[in-house]
């Protein structure tokens, strides 16, 4: 073939010996189960809502993605998620670096999930037991977590370095798989 011939498309353009594909082989093929099903954000949201453990996405110095698996307290009014961790650890310094972020939470089957996406921010690490910090850490506990004792947790909070991440979200969004459970 020289370069004012045009190129072949087909099998047969190839070949006029081969016959036409059938309609049936040129088909698009059928789908292998049920169409996935954009969440609403009011679905998402309730799945925020609902779970309480997510896989936050930072962005590493390369660009790759950082997973850590957390526990969350999502606030609907405010649009903000709230996770507790540690000056020390690779997210935190991930944020300082990179505000970019994205929680994924299963929507309680492995047929469903939410994404939140936004900006972080971290707060001040908890200095004194009782500051502002530690009583935001001590108030983002689920409650069967919750200390008798508020003063052993706040005291706790100031040893480990604790700061928070703040999660303000700007995209909600997730897909479900109508898969029957039988």
């Known amino acids: 073939m020289n370069a004012t011939e045009p190129t072949p498309t087909r099998t047969t353009d190839l070949d006029p010996s081969l016959p036409e594909p059938t309609?049936?082989?040129?088909?698009?093929?059928?789908?292998?189960?049920?169409p996935p099903r954009p969440l609403t954000e009011d679905?998402?949201?309730?799945?925020?809502?609902r779970e309480q453990i997510?896989?936050?996405?930072?962005?590493?110095?390369?660009?790759?993605?950082?997973?850590?698996n957390l526990l969350y307290r999502w606030d609907p009014r405010e649009r903000v998620i709230r996770f507790s961790t540690t000056t020390d650890r690779?997210?935190?310094?991930?944020?300082?670096?990179?505000p970019n972020a994205a929680l994924h939470v299963s929507g309680g089957s492995p047929w469903s999930f939410?994404?939140?996406?936004?900006?972080?921010?971290?707060?001040?690490?908890?200095?004194v037991p009782g500051d502002t910090t530690?009583?935001?850490?001590?108030d983002m506990l689920p409650t069967e977590f919750r200390p008798a004792d508020?003063?052993?947790?706040?005291?706790?909070?100031?040893a480990e370095h604790r700061v928070i991440i703040r999660l303000r979200v700007s995209r909600l969004y997730g897909t479900s798989l109508a898969v029957p459970t039988d």
Do not use: C, W
């Not at 309609?23 to 049920?34: I, L």
């Not at 679905?43 to 809502?49: C, G, K, N, R, T």
């Open 114 to 127: 939410a994404v939140a996406e936004g900006a972080a921010e971290l707060s001040e690490p908890t200095l």
């Open 23 to 34: 309609d049936a082989e040129t088909a698009a093929p059928e789908p292998s189960g049920p």
């Open 90 to 98: 690779a997210k935190t310094h991930h944020i300082r670096r990179n």
């Open 54 to 68: 997510g896989v936050l996405a930072t962005i590493k110095r390369d660009g790759l993605p950082h997973l850590s």
């Open 43 to 49: 679905e998402v949201a309730a799945i925020l809502a």
């Open 150 to 158: 508020p003063s052993t947790f706040l005291a706790q909070v100031v």
């Open 134 to 138: 530690g009583l935001e850490l001590l």
